[in-house]
């Protein structure tokens, strides 16, 4: 969650963080119990720093937003379900 937090705090000020150079996006794994962050509280996270979200849809264990902040700047943002940690955001 604080990750979560964090990581919303840098997109909250314009700034986007560079895609992983191994492409671990694209690797969000499931937790070994199965258990997963809900969608409603990443989207929870966004929009208490500002953002309104567009578009959050699950994918290969990863939520993909879409969203805007208060200020019009769109950004594309990647979290795993099953951490709700922020593997990948930028500018769209």
Known sequence: M???IMTSTLLM?????????????????????????AASEVSKE??????RV???KAEHGCYEVRAV??????????????TGELVQARLR
């Open 2 to 4: 604080r990750t979560i």
């Open 13 to 37: 000020a314009g700034l986007a963080v560079p895609a992983l150079a191994d492409g671990s996006y694209r690797r969000c794994t499931p937790r070994d119990d199965g258990r997963i962050v």
């Open 46 to 51: 966004l929009e208490a720093f500002g953002y």
């Open 54 to 56: 567009d578009r959050l």
């Open 69 to 82: 902040n208060d200020s019009g700047f769109p950004i594309k943002a990647v979290y795993t379900q099953a």
